[in-house]
């Protein structure tokens, strides 16, 4: 519950732009601790308040509004660069399902084995199906709980 408490009023620092410190939570024990990830998000306000999350995690991460931008980042990037990609679903220019089938079909030596985990305010079985069928490895609804995130993070990096 503490770790609730101190996640919400780092989000509340952020949207309301206030200044004072926000006590950070130990990310001593996070399987997020140490890594960068690379995460699609369009909307500027869940951007900020997952890039905040992530850091309280003891996480870095690079944010990109569209797909397009995530599969040329990936592209890029130096394999071991990123550990993770955190792939929202609907987004304009190019939606989760289709950057991840291009980044899938890269050549580039991770492109196969980079977990990727949906996050999707559809939470149904097609949905989930989707995901997978689009070469995501697992899916996450949204509003993004920090527990069951660290919980498919944990079960995307034992596989």
Excluded: W
Excluded at 87 to 95: G, L, S, W, Y
Excluded at 127 to 152: C, F, S, T, W, Y
């Amino acid at each position: 519950m503490e770790t609730v408490r101190r996640i919400r009023q780092k989000v509340e620092a952020v949207l309301n732009q206030e200044t004072a410190p926000v006590q950070e939570e130990s990310s001593e024990n996070s399987i997020l601790q140490g890594m960068n990830i690379l995460v699609a998000e369009d909307n500027e306000i869940n951007s900020e308040i997952l890039g905040e999350v992530l850091g309280i995690m003891g996480a870095t991460c690079d944010i990109y509004e569209n797909g397009e931008l995530v599969v040329d980042a990936f592209a890029k990037s130096e394999p071991g660069k990123y550990q993770l990609i955190l792939m929202d679903v609907q987004m304009p220019v190019m939606n989760g399902y289709e950057a991840t089938r291009r980044i899938r079909a890269l050549d580039h030596p991770l492109a196969k084995e980079i977990p990727i985990i949906a996050m999707t305010a559809n939470a149904f079985a097609e949905d989930i199906r989707d995901a997978l069928d689009a070469g995501m490895n697992k899916h996450v609804a949204k509003p993004i709980d920090l527990g069951v995130l660290e919980q498919a993070v944990r079960e995307v990096m034992e596989n």
